[in-house]
Nanobody, 116 residues
Framework: QVQLVESGGGLVQPGGSLRLSCAASGIIFSSYATAWYRQAPGKQRELVADISRGGSTNYADSVKGRFTISRDNGKNTVYLQMNSLKPEDTAVYYC??????????WGQGTQVTVSS
């Protein structure tokens, strides 16, 4: 059974930081590209950042310079370090894993709220 379990969300003040984690089980993690998406109320789910099997990264323009995605294949975990958080970063954040042949898995999501 494949599981992606996110953690690390919460309430933070503007300018603060959070680190999200996504622990995977049931897959050969190193064979999957991974990504973080987010969905704010009333909006479509959008890509925040992704990291390839080889470690190449890609970021949405809105988070460049503030967020960092990384992965630890030994721990089957992908991370999202979020700094300088803004109210517009408020959303449910989802972990995604995608194999070379398009097989895709999603986590259940973790809420991030940026508010004073």
């Amino acid at each position: 059974q494949v599981q992606l379990v996110e953690s690390g969300g919460g309430l933070v003040q503007p300018g603060g930081s959070l680190r999200l984690s996504c622990a995977a089980s049931g897959i050969i993690f190193s064979s999957y590209a991974t990504a973080w998406y987010r969905q704010a109320p009333g909006k479509q789910r959008e890509l925040v950042a992704d990291i390839s099997r080889g470690g190449s990264t890609n970021y949405a323009d809105s988070v460049k310079g503030r967020f960092t995605i990384s992965r630890d294949n030994g721990k089957n975990t992908v991370y999202l370090q979020m700094n300088s958080l803004k109210p517009e970063d408020t959303a449910v954040y989802y972990c995604n894993a995608r194999s070379w042949d398009g097989c895709t898995y999603w986590g259940q999501g973790t809420q991030v709220t940026v508010s004073s």
